[in-house]
């Protein structure tokens, strides 16, 4: 058996790449360390916790003795990072919890790793953000691995820091880390105050769905099972000491984004409500994921309007998951799925 610690696995990504790789590789063992911070649903992993392929840690991981022991008793082949502090509007309003888990965190888990065992990888998942943005009318620029890192944000900047520190590991220790800088991911589980959610959320009940600006800043999407085939590609076949962009070759404005999902939803354009821009709001993001295409044999597999109408009717038939999250009620679902107090 591999055994894989995947850490932030009851936030988006993180469970759905629990869920994947469970599925694709019946050798793997998954660990799940997660604080359940707000952003954290363990309703999302509850079918899961009777698998005697998978275990779940509630733990925070900047706390280093509990890191520490969790990696003294368990033989750790890969960890893969998703633990983070995720959304940028949030680190505008309060930006220090984005500095210690997303760096000090990162930091805890890379000391852990060199101190204890023998694990074979350990693999940071970064974003496109830590590029910063490219110019609206400069259509043939795109963010290679080798662009600066030009950071916007707080989130950005935290995420860069440990992208850094990682880089820095590898050569000061040789811990064997591999990095990926993906673009914008939709699909199921997803917290619904990111945009593709939100808006279902709101427009399914006819509110108003807010929209920065003019909508006109430009993300590149991708569906969240094409990050997590990318990231299994990497961890098994990837070069050590390497950074590797994901993209899905799908460039959309934030206001073509939003009309696809009012289609999708057969809901009124007039939904939308244009509101005061986010400060420091990066204008483009666009990848060039050639390298992973080229050396790994990876490329996106679901198209942008297949996914979307999938990721709608899976909002649409699991209303529960994130009505419970609206309301506050998640926040039981620890103990009533665990069934032990903290
Ligand atoms: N969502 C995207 O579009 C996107 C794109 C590129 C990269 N990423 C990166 O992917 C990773 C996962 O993103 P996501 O969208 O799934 O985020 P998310 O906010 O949905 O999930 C983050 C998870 O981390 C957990 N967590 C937070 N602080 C923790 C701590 N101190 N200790 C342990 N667990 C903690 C939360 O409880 C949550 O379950 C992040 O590192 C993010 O930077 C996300």
Redesign the pocket.
Known sequence: MEKILV??G?????SNFIYYMLDAHKDVEILC?????Y??NLATLEPLISNPRFRFFK????DRSMMYRLFDNEDIDIVVN??????VDRSIDSPEEFLT?NFI?TSVLLDAFRKFGDGKRFHQ????EVYGDLPLDRPDLFFTEDTPIHTSSPYSTS?ASADLLCLAYYRTYGVPVTISR????YGRF??PE?LIPLMISKAMNDEKVPVYGEGLNVRDWLHVLDHCKAIDLIIHKGQVGEVYNIGGHNERANIDVVKTVLRALGKSEDLIEYVTDRPGHDLRYAIDASKIERELGWTPETSFDKGIEETVKWYLENQKWWKDIVSGEYLNNYRRIIGYKD
């Open positions: 850490t932030g009851a936030g988006f990504i993180g360390v997660d604080s359940l911070s952003a954290g733990a925070d991981i900047r998703f633990a983070a502090e995720s959304h888990t965190g998942v970064s974003t496109d995420k993906c673009s914008n991911n997803q917290y990111k």
